[in-house]
């Protein structure tokens, strides 16, 4: 542990050079984050192999000598970092435990470089980056050719501001255009470009750059009877200094959760890049009760917005066997956080994904995640290699039972084509008790796993018969008589599915939920199902070729055909119960978001009778929502429905609506 610990601090230390003293990350954002993350949570819990020159103890590194050196009386810390809407309300209870009914300032983090300047009598007489928090670098002659950093100020007074320097994306692609025409390397990014022109011996180059400021912070507010960080915000604004309008004062989390949610849909809007969301205790009395720790304040924190592009290294490629018997290629990630969540695995897809993308063992990979999709693969950063990295082989035999692979015409994937392969089977089982299958509620991957392994889940027969074994399960490790007993009940409530899940539970090639869902509705039973020709199918909207041959050789091998028939005598319910849709025109063609915890019914059964009734459900609020449906504890949601003025209904309103 303490050799990783020491590699993390020579990573980030690295990382703080090259991006506070030479402007040239080698790193982005999210890996510096990561790594800073993993050290911060190493020494919490070995607090013994804690180094004196951790860099959770500063906040950037040394300066470099082409400037004087400028020592900050009241160090320039910089932020915790926030991730997810569970954290934030973290950080709030951490504030409720000190302060009654707290109000927070949201502030937009912009991506830029922060600044520190310094007044007497009201005229600008420093300006300093912040280097590693206590001592900074000389940089007044550039901060004097920007515009919206006043030489003097409104009152002869003496202070200290601090904020932000950035270059607007209109400027920023000005200069990247120039510098192209001329032959010149490009600028990464707006922060990158604002960075390197601040830093320039020449005040020239910074003064063509067409640079930009806001200001966000007055160290010392209390020197100035100010009781509220809103109220330094308007304080500096009245002495002339550049303040963003787009603050806002929040009574609660919750309206500070729907500042975030709106700038997080927002933010491309902006005439300069935004990263996160700033949040900052309101009341300064509040802030100094709270303090500080070596690093960060403890009364703010930083909310990054989530990545939907992020970069990590790829460990190992690995082989998982899919119901259906098709051998995928897994990326085997350095966990990293993305789009809200952390990821360490990611399909490759195929043999051919792989080689065509030219993805190799031990290279820095980018990873990608729009929506809901599992995050994918998109490229291997080649420019970042080594010589370590491992060209990638694909398996020519299956990882669990070692049969030689097939590769099928026409298709890219190759298949194990045991039929007694344990991973195709205990797949199809986790598959057959899934959500979206027969939902057999408390079956998930690793009991399936365990009860397969010890002999009494090798079919979809089996779970018919768990029953038969309740004693010898009962002695299993981790369960006794209400566990298993609540088992074998959500066994026999599975039995009443309608048709359409049964039909996805049997893993029947190429037919998806949505799919099973327009044959259950068509044929109305499983018989008339097994009856219907490859005519028939096609001829149904939405039914393709590979699906309709697929459907008709499922029905034509008798082994599947005995299943059904086994089936049946368990009771398992073999007709579609579904109602029609368009139950009333209220629901009908209607967009629904569900908020808040509801009585009667789950949050899946909900969406399935709005569904079944014609509406759409989302988990967004946006102008496009028609209703919001809105139980106990409904959050920001509701706020959202509120302010745009959507219909709401409560649950009764909804199961009366239902009717």
Known sequence: MKERMEKLIKLINQANYEYYAL????????????????LIELEKKYPELVSDDSPTKRVGTKVIDRFNKVTHEIPMLSLSNVFNENEIRAFDERIKKEIKNPSYVCELKIDGLSVSVVYKDGKLIRGATRGDGITGEDITHNVETIKTIPLTLKEKIDIEVRGEIFMSKASFNKLNTEREKKGEELFANPRNAAAGSVRQLDSKVAASRNLDNFMYHLPNPIDYNIDSHYEALCFMKELGFNVNAKNKCAQNIDEVLEFIDYWGQNREKLPYEIDGIVIKLDSIKGQQKLGLTTRSPKWATAYKFPALEVLTRLKDIVFSVGRTGQVTPNAVLEPVRIAGSVVSRSTLHNEEYVKLKDIRIGDIVAIKKAGDVIPEVVEAKIDRRDGTEKEFVMTEYCPICHSKLVKKESEAAYYCINEHCDAKKIESLIHYASRDALYIEGFGEQIVEDFYNLGYLRSFLDFYTLKEHKNELMELEGFGDKSINKLLDNIEKSKDNSLERLLFALGIRYVGSKTAKILAKKFKNIDNLISASYEDLLAIHDIGKMIARSVVDYFKDEKNIKL???????????????????????????????????????????????????????????????????????????????????EIWNEEQFLENLK
Do not use: W
Request: net charge neutral; aromatic share 6%.
């Open 564 to 646: 059904i028939s086994e089936l049946k005598k368990f009771n398992v319910n073999m007709n579609y119960i579904g109602k029609e849709e368009v139950i009333n025109e209220k629901l009908k063609d209607k967009t629904f978001v569900i908020t808040g915890s509801l009585e009667t019914l789950t949050r899946s059964k909900a969406k399935e009778k709005i569904e079944n009734a014609g509406g759409k459900v989302t988990d967004t609020v946006t102008s496009k929502t028609d209703i919001v449906i809105v139980g106990e504890n409904p959050g920001s949601k509701y706020d959202k429905a509120k302010k745009l003025e959507i």
């Open 23 to 38: 402007d040239k990350p080698t790193i982005t954002d999210q890996e510096y984050d990561r790594y800073m993350q993993e």
